[in-house]
């Protein structure tokens, strides 16, 4: 049986105020032209769906019209929730889609679905596990020790009486980490995936009775302790964290017992996000202007800071999203002794010194209110100053 492995779709996210939903269908179409031209027999989608718990009108027509067109084409799917996804939005409608062979499972409710289906080589069991978190499984269990995701995923895995001996596929959406190395992180994952720490962190050895995971969460594809254990990553690149990633959709074969063929097929984006580096004069020749459609993150190396900046390079490449200085004055701040360049200054001085050294001109009143306040909110500073 042949499976087209994708996930954290993350339909409506936007991109320094770009709206990626044009770039977005240009990815999902095609995603469907490689699923018809490799006959797959099901898709399996590994949750973030969406990009916010409550996506737009746009969004959910743009998802709607791809599960129109995998019905269309006869494709089996399968679809978990993901962290960014609402279960009970996800979950709409589940038990109706099922006519069209779309298998929704947006919320733990104490049992993983299973859907077993059959290819030359009898039954393949595939199970579906939504984005899960230790109390919603110790709701169901209150006997089991339940304290970290691992311990959750465990109990979950352990009470659903997996058969090792038969073919098992399991589409999860969690953090999964291997014994010696982390998994490359990428995207809106990172940063907080690194704040939770071990706690989040899941082992790879809990999923031996599966012959193959088709994990989402993290969008740089990889595999996590064993091949048959993968990330089929983000189709688009989301950050620029992400600009050097090859984006690709993963392509799953079954045979025998034990027998798991994984391949990749690139995906080529409508625009691509990109990096750039040198001084602005340099970067905006025409000569060395390419692709000019691209998003692009551009860091600048010029000595001196120029006014109107992202206005300039927004004429030459108008989906700039942002604009940094990697220049003697940002070398010197980025020191350890950073705390010399502040000393004896308000936060407003330094703010305001920021401020000028990113755009180049100085605050103006409603902004500098608007800082501080924030500031005062976060407990930045205190109510007096």
């Known amino acids: 049986m042949r499976f087209l492995h994708i996930g954290d779709l993350h ?5 320094g105020g770009f709206d990626l939903i044009e770039d977005q269908k240009f990815i999902l179409d095609q995603m469907i032209h490689i699923a018809g031209q490799e006959k797959a027999d099901a898709i399996l989608i590994a949750g973030d769906v969406y990009d916010k718990s409550i996506p737009g009108e746009s969004a959910v027509k743009l998802f709607d ?4 067109r995998l019905a269309e084409k006869g494709l089996e799917t399968f679809i978990i929730s993901g962290n960014h996804d609402s279960d009970e939005r996800m979950n709409f409608g589940s038990s109706l889609f099922q006519t069209n062979s779309i298998f929704i499972s947006a919320k733990y409710e104490g ?13 393949v069991n595939i199970y579906l596990m939504p984005f899960i978190k ?11 020790e339940i304290s970290t995701y691992d311990d959750a995923v465990r109990v979950v895995i352990k009470r659903n ?22 998994p490359k992180l990428g995207g809106s994952e990172s940063a907080s995936t690194q704040k939770v720490g071990l706690v989040e962190k899941i082992g790879w050895d809990c999923f031996e009775a599966f012959d193959y995971v088709a994990l989402g969460h993290i969008h740089s594809p990889q595999s996590v302790g064993r091949d048959e254990i993968r990330y089929a990553g983000s189709p688009l690149k989301y950050s620029r964290s992400e600009a050097g990633d090859e984006k690709s959709v993963t392509i799953v074969e079954t045979g025998k017992k034990g027998n798991v063929k994984i391949r990749q097929i690139p995906l080529r984006p409508l625009r691509d996000l990109r990096r750039i580096r040198g001084r602005m004069e340099q970067l905006l020749a025409r000569e060395n202007i390419s692709a000019p459609e691209d998003f692009i993150f551009a860091t600048l190396t010029d000595e001196d800071i120029q006014e109107n900046v992202m ?17 003697a004055h940002t070398r010197e701040l980025a020191q350890p002794d950073i705390s010399e360049v502040v000393e004896n200054k308000s936060f407003h001085e330094i703010v305001s010194d920021f401020y000028k050294l990113i755009y180049g ?3 103006n009143e409603e902004e500098r209110k608007l800082m501080l306040e924030t500031a005062r909110e976060a407990g930045i500073v205190n109510e007096a100053d």
């Open 11 to 15: 339909i409506g996210r936007s991109i």
């Open 65 to 68: 019209y791809f599960l129109s």
């Open 111 to 123: 049992r993983l679905f299973k859907r077993t289906v059959e290819d030359e080589e009898g039954r």
């Open 134 to 144: 230790a109390s919603q499984v110790r709701h169901f269990f209150p006997d089991e």
């Open 161 to 182: 009486h997996i058969d090792p001996k038969e073919r098992n596929i399991l589409v999860a959406h969690q953090f999964v980490a291997g014994k010696t190395a982390e």
């Open 311 to 327: 206005g300039i390079f927004r004429q030459y490449y108008p989906n700039t999203v942002g604009i940094e200085y990697d220049n």
């Open 361 to 363: 001109c100085e605050m």
